[in-house]
């Protein structure tokens, strides 16, 4: 290599700015992956093929990342260096496997498989986004509706109510109060919930407890056990059957799932497991008693690795587990959607029953007189 990989990533503020919101769509990176793979096994060099991509090339940022990994190409520096230079753009499990195939010889049909996986990994996070944002969007404009109705309606409404002695429904109290606290405290409780969004995150991301706590809720909770659960299968079995594919040894490949892992429990199972298999243990051993994995992927993989030859009933069960979590995902939305709709429901007759019981007394009272 002749010297070790430098991030890339501008240290000056203006130009992450324009980096992050110039930063390529999944698909331009998806479509290099691709066009480098083509361009590959058409045997043009990989100087001439990042030339021929960044002629065609129109976002800002991606047409950076190409040209510093020509320069780097340019200086004999391997493909594999070029891209550890952009940490920020290139994950490690696609690093690590350009570095083990440029070693085998194999870079074409590398390219291809992580083309091919960036795709499938878009299509399952478009749908999991699609299954988290519908009901914070359904829930979202429907506090919206109620916040006009207290602040704008409920005041207006309850002018009726002035010159009446008799004595108002509790629902009815509660909700001018409610209009009355919306209209005085309404930016104040804005700013709380902004607040409270933005704590969390940064709360998730370094209070260590705390991160423990909500990822193993995510992994109790009934149908979202289920997502997440499925969706760790299949990256396991998916990234640890590609490094076997690449040649990357089981404790390096376990050292770069480590990670890419984003819960904590399953990363620390990685550590763990990658302990277990410098001390000669298995990967079944280390995983037999462990509910964070399918007992089905345990069994084959006791299995198959007697065979020693783990890699393509890996890639097979992965294939299994990515069919398996888009349905979870359908049953997880089928499950919310009902109960976002009864808990707006809800709250919108909470509403009409606090304007319309006391009209009821008022017409009772005005025809008994």
Sequence with gaps: MGKAPINKWPENLVDKL?????????????????????????????????????????????????????ADVNEWQSLWYAFWCHPYFFSPDEIELINASEKMWNVPETLKDVASELESNQKINDKIQKAIMYPIWLLIFACIAVAVLLIFVIPTITELYEWSDAPLPAITT????????????????????????????????????????????????????????????????????????????????????????????????????????????????????????????????MVWEKTGNLSPILLTMSAFYRYQLGGKIDTMVSMIEPAMMALIAGMIWSIVAAIFLPLAGLMDAVGGS
């Design 18 to 70: 324009t980096y992050q919101f110039n930063s390529p769509w999944a698909d331009i990176k998806t479509n290099f992956f691709r066009l480098m793979a083509v361009a590959q096994e058409s045997w043009l060099g990989v100087r001439e093929s990042l030339s021929s991509i960044l002629s065609a090339e129109t976002n800002k940022t991606m047409r950076r990342i190409i040209l510093s990994i020509l």
């Design 174 to 301: 509660f909700m001018i109060n409610a209009s009355d606290f919306m209209r005085t405290m309404r930016w104040l409780l804005i700013l709380i919930i902004g607040w409270f969004i933005i704590t969390f995150q940064i709360v998730y991301s370094t209070v260590i407890d705390f991160k423990k706590f909500i990822d193993l809720m995510l992994l109790k909770i009934p149908n979202v056990s289920a997502v997440v659960k499925t969706f760790y299968m299949y990256k396991f079995s998916k990234l640890l059957g590609d490094f076997w594919k690449a040649w990357v040894g089981p404790i390096e490949s376990l050292n770069q799932m480590m990670k890419i892992f984003d819960n904590y429990h399953y990363k620390r199972k990685m550590l763990t497991m990658k302990n277990d298999l410098s001390s000669w243990f298995t990967i079944s051993d280390s995983i037999e008693w462990s509910d964070l994995f399918d007992p089905i992927l345990i069994q084959i993989i």
